[in-house]
């Protein structure tokens, strides 16, 4: 463990300072991916309305950081506004502003 930073030129950065930063980043939007991807599948059955824009927000920060995930982040997406979409459709079934079964 190291306490003070290495002594470099403030213009320059070396490789391994670079391939220090990138994974972490990169794991933090993969699991954003997930996480959109979760919450939209658990929105279709409870909280959608809270879930599922949760999803949508979590999946385009995830696709906007280039996530390796990209898949699991437009499902998340998808599940998302399929969330405010049966939202929607059950509000207008029931004329209410939540539903119920």
């Given amino acids: ?42 929105g279709l059955l409870v909280l959608n309305v809270f879930l599922g824009p949760i999803a949508i927000a979590l999946a385009g920060a995830a696709l906007w950081r280039g996530t390796g995930r990209r898949g699991r982040a437009f499902l998340g997406l998808g599940l998302g506004i399929a969330d405010l ?17």
């Fill in 1 to 42: 463990m190291q306490l003070t930073a290495p002594a470099t030129s403030s213009n320059s950065t070396t490789a391994t300072d670079n391939a220090a930063v990138k994974p972490t980043g990169r794991r933090d939007a993969d699991g954003m991916a997930v996480a959109s991807f979760i919450l939209g599948l658990v």
């Fill in 85 to 101: 979409l049966v939202l929607v459709a059950f509000m207008q079934l029931d004329s209410t502003v939540s539903w119920s079964f």
